[in-house]
């Protein structure tokens, strides 16, 4: 009888060590291609903007009862030449500034996760540190964006502005520098990542 008790004590122990062990977790998920990342600026003759039709990148997540917990991965990579305005002149000219020829893609790399912040329904305002490589320049900048959870779905929006010549680039000009552009952009994401 005491064997018996005993045995109900370990397997009581062990599902107990099971189920707490499985309400925290890391959840890996991959970039839709249906995300959205759209770069804006200035110019002296008009407002432009600039947007990725093509981009890749992960996530890795921890969770505790249903609750965002971490981001331990997060992770994009743009190729340059799929920024695109819908004018091929204008396009020609940012490839040039980009020097796409030597660098041909645009990473984001979170860094670390300073703070997670509820804001909401499954919703969850985040701020940290990451490494945004652009034109072979690596910068790390504060950011700071919004997660929501979804079922099976990861949503991450926000926006950050940035000086061009922080990453050694000269701002965009066409029709022999008539048109001239702005330093500053501002770099808007509403990306979408699944399981």
């Known amino acids: 009888m005491k064997v018996l008790k005993s045995y ?27 995300s959205e990342i759209v770069v804006e600026g ?10 990725a039709t ?29 920024l ?13 500034a980009l020097n796409t020829d030597k660098y041909k893609n645009i990473e984001f790399k979170l860094d670390e996760v300073k703070k997670i912040e509820a804001n909401g329904s499954n919703s969850y305002k985040i701020n940290g540190l990451a490494t945004l490589k652009i034109s072979g320049v690596s910068k790390q900048v504060p950011v700071e964006f919004t997660a929501k959870l979804n079922g099976n779905k990861l949503e991450i929006n926000g926006e950050e502005s940035l ?3 922080n ?10 520098g008539t048109i001239t552009t ?6 808007k994401f509403k990306s979408t990542f699944s399981k």
């Open 167 to 176: 990453y050694k680039i000269d701002p965009p000009t066409a029709m022999f």
């Open 54 to 82: 093509s981009k890749q990148g992960g996530a890795t997540i921890t969770t505790e009862d249903g609750k965002l917990t971490g981001i331990s991965e997060l992770q994009v990579s743009v190729p340059a030449e799929s």
């Open 182 to 187: 702005g330093e500053e952009v501002t770099i």
């Open 8 to 34: 109900q004590v370990i397997l009581t122990g062990v599902f107990f060590m099971l189920l707490t062990a499985g309400s925290m977790f890391g959840q890996n998920f991959r970039m839709d291609n249906s």
């Open 42 to 51: 200035t110019s002296n003759i008009h407002d432009w903007e600039m947007k």
């Open 163 to 165: 000086n061009m010549t």
């Open 84 to 96: 695109e305005s819908g004018k091929g002149g204008m396009d020609k000219n940012a490839y040039k």
